[in-house]
């Protein structure tokens, strides 16, 4: 059973979003805020994270930011009333792995919730099938029918990230601090000449597309939901 923890201050949607969870088949407990949401990690493995942004004590950016620093990278939800375009960019550039806008559908959070919790599946065992691409971290291949291709391994693992969580964006700063490492001086230009090595190699790929996000970043799209 996926253990998931709400993070709200609102008592109401707290209970709300912790029965809804329980209820679908999840094992779900809630916090009051980031300094009670740290408090819970210490002691308790969790699976995924739904947090609200504007929180006493500890609010969702300081707690993503905590999270990450502290090598923390279950998936991270962000659930506010802020839909402004910096807010969300602040969350993505921090580490969260999706965004919702309140007021909550519940069955779409529900949605959500289980499409993160497979995606990070996938990640973990190293593994992702996409219509007829399949890609292997152990041999950093990608095989798309009958053809085999070996990838470099910066390649391979940028688009294994980016396939890993198909429609998530993903910020140049957290590409290369992930697959390049915090200390590196790569910069943009690196970024983009391996995203576009990707894209000359798999521009006939009839399952997946990489996406520029202007002043932003990259995403990865299924063709079928394109």
């Known amino acids: 059973m996926f253990h998931i923890l709400v993070v709200e201050d609102n008592p109401d949607l707290r209970e709300l979003l912790c029965s809804a969870l329980s209820e679908n088949g999840y094992r779900a ?41 502290a090598d923390i990278f279950c998936p991270l939800l962000i659930v506010t009333a802020r839909d402004d375009y910096d807010s969300l960019q602040k969350a993505f550039t921090l580490g969260a792995d999706d965004y919702m806008v309140k007021p909550i559908n519940v069955k779409e959070l529900l949605m959500r919730v289980k499409a993160l919790l497979r995606r990070a599946k996938i990640s973990a065992e190293r593994k992702i099938v996409i219509g007829s691409t399949v890609l292997d971290f152990e041999g950093m291949t990608v095989r798309t029918g009958g053809h085999e291709m070996i990838l470099p391994l910066k390649e391979f693992s940028l688009l294994f990230k980016l396939l890993s969580y198909p429609g998530k964006i993903f910020t140049r700063q957290q590409l290369m601090d992930e697959i390049w490492g915090m200390d590196s001086e790569t910069d943009d230009r690196t970024i983009n000449t391996h995203i576009n090595r990707l894209r000359d190699k798999f521009e006939n790929n009839p399952d997946f597309t990489i996406v520029t996000i202007r002043g932003l970043g990259y995403k990865a799209v299924k063709n079928d939901e394109a």
Do not use: C, H, Y
């Not at 980031?34 to 990690?41: I, R, T």
């Not at 609200?52 to 905590?66: C, R, V, W």
């Open 29 to 69: 407990r809630g916090a009051e805020n980031g300094e009670q949401a740290l408090s819970v990690l210490a002691d308790t493995v969790i699976d995924l994270i739904v947090a609200d942004i504007m929180m006493p004590k500890m609010d969702g950016f300081e707690l993503t930011k905590n999270l990450r620093e």
